[in-house]
């Protein structure tokens, strides 16, 4: 079951991967990241604007430039990216897409999705992109098929 877009999915693996880089002080190349995680190079550089426009990334040109993180990996929260990437109404909204969805009207997941949701929201504004780097770094977890 898929609960998040695309977008939403390759700009938390874009982030985790430039935390889980071993010098990062230095920008990520979106070329080299888009290999590495398989994601289309386009794709990739519209999401990383989105992320740059909003303040968690910042970019430089040249030829040593790319991405980076623009605040402290401890100060990154999933619920951050996936509100820019989402849409801040992103844990208001109906998993059916059903408009109106709610208390007065629900629609045959309402009762479940709104608990799934709630635990959801919980997690995702209490973990860090630093907390999931220190993961990836203890547990070589992967990032890409």
Known sequence: MKVLSKAS????????????KKD???YVSIREMSEELSISF???????????QRGLLESYRGPNGGIALKL?????????VVKILEGENFFDSCLLG???CG????CPVHDFWK????????????????????????NRLRLSG
């Open 9 to 20: 999915v390759y700009g938390l693996r874009a982030l985790l991967y430039i935390v889980s």
């Open 24 to 26: 990062k002080s230095e």
């Open 42 to 52: 386009h794709f990739l550089t519209k999401i990383l604007q989105s992320l740059t």
């Open 72 to 80: 402290p990996a401890e100060e990154i929260f999933l619920i951050d």
């Open 98 to 100: 059903l408009p109106g």
């Open 103 to 106: 208390e007065f009207e629900p």
């Open 115 to 138: 608990v799934t949701k709630a635990a959801l929201q919980d997690e995702f504004a209490t973990t860090s992109l630093a907390e999931l780097g220190t993961k990836i770094s203890e």
